[in-house]
Structure formats: structure tokens, C-alpha cells
């Protein structure tokens, strides 16, 4: 009997059907829906604060910890809202050097965002691969070149389905149809923006409407260069969760939960 219990468990593992046992302890994120319009200017106070993604510890470092000093050195906090349209991003960020960059330096070299999104509710949050409705987005945080793109070169050929990377070798704008505004602060800057689902679609991938009671996939980075030049050998990186291993890794993604 205990072999049939055992070979059951494992079937239904398998299928997907026991994630909610690992779902218990993946970190989840509230994205609280819009009850009136928020006006995109850097200042947070028609947001809804009470959900706060907090990236501001040595745990979360996940890269080049060695030169990270601390909170006051780059850290966030990180706000998610939402309506049937746009995606609300906000990011209060604590930062020594804001808006550093270098020439001929990739991405994920430079001050960066990095936002890893699923728009597909459905998906099994244990699959270790990206799939066609998981995306990367770069947001380039520097006052000369606030560039964007979308990483897709992650995602196996036979589930790209036709939306391809964006604007990963710099100087592009992935997300044209994006609202954003910055708004300097005493230790660092407020970057705000709406990000329209539609950005996330094309001919072969619907676009993505969600509903209260949704949950996707979800994790968010701030990367820091201290020094421009030079000083580009270690550039920090935290993560809200996870290790490096996100960027391939859907499975160690936390969950974005829709209020």
C-alpha cells in the first residue's frame, strides 16, 4: 500500500497538481489594483504602500557581494500595482552613485532594473526552463540613457513563438508604449512607470488581462556600478529572491499575487 501511496504522490508531482505544497513557501508579492488613475511623476503618493517588496539585504546580494557595503550603498523598495491595461512599477531606490554608466559595457553591467514577469497565471511555477509567456525586461536607470529590452534569449526556440530579444546590445527602447518618470531624492531616486501588458504580446502570444486572484510569476534586481571608470570589474547585484540562477530559472522566482 505504501508503494501504490508513494508511486500516486509521485504521478501527481509530476503533473503539477501538488505545487501548492511548494507554493506555501515561495515568497509572494501583492500588486494592488488601481482604483483611480495614478498620475506617472516620480511621486508615490497616490500608490497604494502598504505592500512593499523590500531588496536591502547581504541574503539577496547575488552577485560580486564583496563590494557591496550595505543598504545605503543600493538597496529598494519596490511597489506593484495594476489595472486591465498597465503594470505599475515603482521603485524607491537608496543609492550612493545613482545613475552610473559606461561605454561598450552590457547591460547587465550597467545601473539597472531587472524585471522578470510570466503572463500566463496557468503556468507551472516549478518548471525550471523559461517558457513563451516568461519575459526579462531591462530597465537602463541612468539620467543620459534610460534604455529598455527584453531578453528572450533564454527561451528555447520552440516556445518563443515569434517575440524575440529586444534591445539587449543598448541604445533601444523594448518598451515604446511605456510611461515613466524619476524623481531625484535625498538618498537616491523614485522611478516610476506604466507598463502596458500589450508590451508582453504579439500575433502568437495574447495579450495578457488579469484578474483579481491571479498569481504569475515574479522576481525583481537592482544592479549598482559604483564606479563608472573604472571600477567595472564587480558590479553588485540583489535580488528580491533567488540566486543568479534566475535568469534560466523560472522555479526560484517568487509570485506576483493580483489584490
Not at 193 to 207: G, K, L
Not at 233 to 254: F, K, M, R
Request: proline share 7%; glycine share 6%.
Amino acid at each position: 500500500m505504501k508503494r501504490i501511496i508513494a508511486a500516486i504522490l509521485s504521478a501527481l508531482l509530476c503533473m503539477g497538481l501538488l505545487a501548492g505544497v511548494s507554493l506555501a513557501e515561495r515568497p509572494t508579492a501583492v500588486a494592488h489594483k488601481v482604483c483611480q488613475p495614478l498620475t506617472i511623476d516620480g511621486d508615490l503618493n497616490d500608490w497604494d504602500l502598504s505592500s512593499p517588496i523590500e531588496i536591502n539585504t547581504v541574503d539577496q546580494v547575488i552577485r560580486d557581494g564583496n563590494v557591496w557595503i550595505g543598504p545605503q550603498d543600493c538597496s529598494c523598495i519596490v511597489y506593484v500595482m495594476w489595472d486591465e491595461v498597465n503594470l505599475y512599477l515603482a521603485v524607491d531606490v537608496t543609492e550612493d552613485s545613482p545613475f552610473g554608466a559606461a561605454d561598450m559595457l552590457p547591460l547587465d553591467k550597467e545601473d539597472n532594473f531587472k524585471l522578470f514577469l510570466s503572463t500566463d497565471p496557468t503556468a507551472n511555477p516549478d518548471r525550471q526552463t523559461f517558457e513563451s509567456n516568461d519575459f526579462l525586461v531591462y530597465f537602463l536607470i541612468d539620467n543620459n540613457f534610460w534604455d529598455t529590452a527584453i531578453d528572450r534569449s533564454m527561451v528555447p526556440k520552440e516556445y518563443r513563438k515569434h517575440f524575440k530579444s529586444k534591445g539587449v546590445d543598448g541604445g533601444e527602447n523594448a518598451l515604446p508604449d511605456m510611461e515613466k518618470a524619476i524623481q531625484k531624492t535625498t538618498t537616491g531616486f523614485i522611478y516610476e512607470a506604466a507598463i502596458p501588458f500589450a508590451s508582453f504580446s504579439n500575433d502568437d502570444i495574447p495579450v495578457y488581462t488579469p484578474a483579481v486572484g491571479d498569481t504569475v510569476g515574479f522576481d525583481f534586481v537592482i544592479t549598482d556600478i559604483a564606479y563608472p571608470c573604472p571600477g567595472t570589474e564587480y558590479v553588485p547585484q540583489l535580488a528580491w529572491t533567488g540566486d543568479l540562477n534566475i535568469n534560466i530559472n523560472p522555479s526560484l522566482w517568487g509570485l506576483l499575487a493580483f489584490e
